[in-house]
């Protein structure tokens, strides 16, 4: 169940970021504030999940622990983006998203076992 749930999250997660994101950019502060309580949501399933499966299927495998590192590093990239745009303060903004659309694309390779080690 926590494996469907994973499965299925991840990729609304990141529309959800991506939407929330041009919503708060476009000025449409409230609806932007909505869809990102509901990706803070959607950060929480996706840590309890990922937490989960890394434990309960995968024992701490060494690979998912690393993948969970930098999944939640994804996170807080998304969060940082976010308040930072609306409060008008993201100055190094080229760093943030280059830092996320890397780890974006190398967290779910690893997920995948495209990456693995
Ligand atoms: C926004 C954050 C995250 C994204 C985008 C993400 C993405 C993915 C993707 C695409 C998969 C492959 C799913 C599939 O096989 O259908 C996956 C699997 C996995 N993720 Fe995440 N993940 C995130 C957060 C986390 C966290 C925080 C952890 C652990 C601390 C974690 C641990 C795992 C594990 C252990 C698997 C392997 C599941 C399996 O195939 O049995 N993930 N993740």
């Known amino acids: 169940m926590f494996s469907h749930l994973h499965s ?11 939407i929330a994101f041009f919503l708060i950019k476009g000025g449409k502060a409230k609806a932007g ?28 495998a060494a690979m998912y622990a690393v993948k969970g590192l930098l999944a939640i590093a994804l996170i807080g990239l998304m ?3 976010l308040t930072r745009t609306k409060k ?12 996320f659309i890397i780890i974006l694309i190398i967290v779910p390779l690893m997920g995948f076992r495209v990456i693995s080690f």
């Open 8 to 18: 299925s999250a991840w990729a609304i997660t990141v529309l959800l970021f991506i």
């Open 33 to 60: 504030k909505i869809l990102h309580m509901i990706l803070r949501l959607f950060f929480v399933i996706m840590l309890v999940s990922g937490i989960y499966l890394l434990f309960a299927l995968w024992g701490f």
């Open 79 to 81: 969060e940082v983006i």
């Open 88 to 99: 008008g303060t993201l100055n190094n903004a080229g760093v943030l998203w280059g830092a």
